[in-house]
């Protein structure tokens, strides 16, 4: 319950507005702990919200990293499709070729037949190419003209190999995502109980001098909400 409480939390600020304000508070922390530390403010606390912020600098530098990560093995994926669809366009019409040659032996261009099925994801691409790939097989010497001297079948493996190994790659770094966002979700909340409680604190120690009060007011957040646009409805992911 109390993580649901900190994730919920998070998710009401943007993490480089959160990091900004941070650093304000600990600023103001610093500057007026003597006052502070009698109202229940104490210098543990200061290093606490520092520590927390460096850690939380350190995940979104690394969730960055891991989402440019999936974004690249995303282009390798897409790149390994095109590839298997170049080599099939080849294959097609160096079957065709043999087909009016008549050196296709006991096979037909019916036996390269897709069945009606478009290929456009990575999973069918794979399963048609290693369905034909023993029929290729039977053609290397006589298509291979097509294809450099290359075994035409070798490369049908190589091909699906590629794409099996980028949709692998591709499936790991999707995973991998939201474990991290909820982490740093859940440590954004905690950074602004923080900053809460050490407005709080604020308010105690310096009741009655509200120019001090108001360094420790969430200007920034504030200021920094204002200006964005109306939220998403709850359901909608927002990346943080």
């Known amino acids: 319950m109390a993580d649901e409480r900190l994730i919920n939390k998070g998710r009401s600020v943007a993490l480089a507005d959160l990091l900004a304000q941070g650093n304000i508070s600990v600023g103001a922390a610093r500057k007026h702990a003597t006052e502070l530390s009698p109202c229940g403010w104490t210098q543990a606390k200061t290093v606490l ?3 927390l912020l460096a850690q939380l600098g350190a995940q979104a530098g690394a969730g960055r990293t891991q989402t440019e990560d999936a974004r690249t093995k995303t282009r390798h994926e897409a790149a390994a499709r095109e590839n298997a669809k170049t080599l099939l366009r080849k294959l097609q019409e160096g079957l065709k070729i043999l087909h009016r040659e008549g050196t296709l032996g006991d096979l037909t261009l019916a036996s390269f037949s897709r069945k009606g099925k478009p290929l456009r994801s990575t999973a069918d691409l794979s399963a048609y190419l290693l369905r034909i790939e ?23 493996r190589g091909a699906v190999s590629d794409l099996q190994e980028a949709d692998r790659a591709q499936e790991n770094a999707r995973q991998a995502l939201p474990g991290r966002t909820v982490e740093r979700t859940r440590l954004k909340g905690r950074v602004l109980d923080l ?3 050490l407005n709080g604190v604020a308010r105690i120690a310096f009741d009655d001098r509200p120019e001090l009060r108001a360094k420790f007011n969430k200007d920034h957040l504030r200021r920094t909400h204002r200006a964005r646009p109306a939220a998403p409805a709850a359901d909608t992911p927002v990346e943080q």
């Open 49 to 51: 919200l520092e520590d």
């Open 134 to 156: 023993p029929l290729v097989a039977k053609l290397d010497a006589t298509l291979g003209r097509f294809f450099g001297g290359h075994q035409p079948s070798e490369l049908v």
């Open 195 to 197: 900053i809460d409680e």
